[in-house]
């Protein structure tokens, strides 16, 4: 294998440094590639800095050339952009599906092959398969608890036929191992949270400086106001933390949940009920739809769904609509589907591909949350 070049796209993390490890022992020719994609200058909450001295003590102990390219306007272009569109529509999006299509295996794997890559690899935990005719397959990852195959939804098998995913094989627990054995100095780095590339900041304090906050009434179902919150881009259906409401006169000790957002009105909906009508749902609909081989299911098919990440496996049926849309159902009732996320189809531990949650029909009354009405 030593004439095959990977091109490994290395974070500085433990994940990607073990990837390295498993490429390098299986005779790759190893070459890899940092990305920067946000401009750090005066950010004291961006770790790209600390992220590139981690990923080249990584390079220098396994002896492996590094490479590193600056992404900074198509992220923010791309996706970044997008990310505040989709707040602005009061709707909560997941940039993390979207910079995967478009950084990761957009515009890095474009640069692998610039580089001379044969294979383009990184540290997810997922795997690739293959079906019947020999094509590639997203596969989930073996550690079901670290599973990445749903932001990856959005990747054609084009991009498969030529990716490696060294840990998807492994538990976490087992890629920890790995870098204690190998001497690797991010061995007990912590896993990185928070929006793509961007990392761990308080969320509203980032977001003010983009999108200008705007206050309104925080209602129950009866329209009786009862708080003021900071702005609908703040909350997401079914949140129960961050309201600051308690102490309402005949309201009792019960806590209140987001139900919906009137983006009209600028009026956040809450309820004091979990599994509230407004917030259970079996029907829902989808924009256009990514599917890994381009192609969906023939007509109405089975299918298990996710609609939020780390969410189990939900029995559903799909029907794929004239405009590329789909018209879902779940076989029990969903709590908090909310649009703007992902909708991920699976058949076992095969990602069929995904799509963008646009309307919700809610138990409640049929109430139909914006989007909903024409696809559902």
Known sequence: MSSQRVVLAISGGVDSAVAAVLLKDAGYDVHALFMHVWDDDEDAYCTAAQDLQDARRVCDDLSLPLHTVHFVETYRERVFEHFLAELRAGRTPNPDVLCNREIKFGACFAHARRLGADL???????????DSDGHPTLLRAVDGAKDQSYFLHMVAASSFAHTLFPIGELQKTAVRRMAVARGLAVHDKRDSTGICFIGERPFAEF???????????????AGLRIGTHRGLMYYTLGQRQGLELGGIKGAGEAPWYVARKDLARNVLVVVQDAAHGLLMSRRFATAQASWIHGVPPAGEFRATVRTRYRQPDQPCTVTVLADGGCAVETDDPQRAVTPGQS???YRGDVCLGGAVITGVETLTRGDVLPGAAAAV
């Open 207 to 221: 977001l003010a400086g983009y999108l200008p906050a705007q206050p309104g009434p925080i209602e129950t179902v």
């Open 343 to 345: 909708a991920v189809f």
């Open 120 to 130: 383009f690899a990184t540290g997810h935990y997922a795997r690739i398969g293959r």
